[in-house]
């Protein structure tokens, strides 16, 4: 079992930024491809980013490349999601998911329904 804990999420100004975390304790995960994803009030959950086991590809929907970040860090268990320039759009509850996988290149899928392990996620609001 992984068990996800978000943190970082608030209010803040749009052209701000925030820094979120998701950390699976002293549970490793090395053997997941990680991904953030987001719902908006009233919308579907979405993917935000993902990235691979080895860390090496990573993805980012259109509306977010080149303002946000992902990275993880296994030795710390954990993933980031690195947001600037953050826009009222961006607001949302925030989750981190991890996939298991056992080959080291199979890339890191969109898909929720492909996540056997989810946060609670934390709040986004992005807002004047």
């Known amino acids: 079992q992984l068990q996800l804990v978000e943190s970082g999420g608030g209010w803040v100004q749009p052209g701000g930024s925030l820094k979120l975390s998701c950390t699976s304790g002293?549970?490793?995960?090395?053997?997941?491809?990680l991904a953030w994803f987001r719902q908006a009030a009233g919308k579907e959950r979405e993917v935000v980013s993902t990235?691979?086991?080895?860390?090496?590809?990573?993805y980012y929907i259109d509306s977010i490349e080149g303002r946000f970040t992902i990275s993880r860090d296994d030795l710390k268990n954990s993933v980031y999601l690195e947001m600037n320039n953050v826009k009222p759009e961006d607001t949302g509850l925030y989750y981190c998911?991890?996939?298991?996988?056992?080959?080291?290149?199979?890339?890191?899928?969109?898909?929720?329904?492909?996540?056997?392990?989810w946060g609670q996620g934390t709040q986004v609001t992005v807002s004047s």
């Open positions: 998911a991890a996939d298991w996988t056992a080959n080291v290149v199979r890339s890191a899928s969109i898909d929720p329904n492909e996540y056997d392990y």
């Open positions: 002293r549970s490793t995960m090395y053997n997941f491809n």
């Open positions: 990235i691979t086991r080895d860390g090496r590809k990573s």
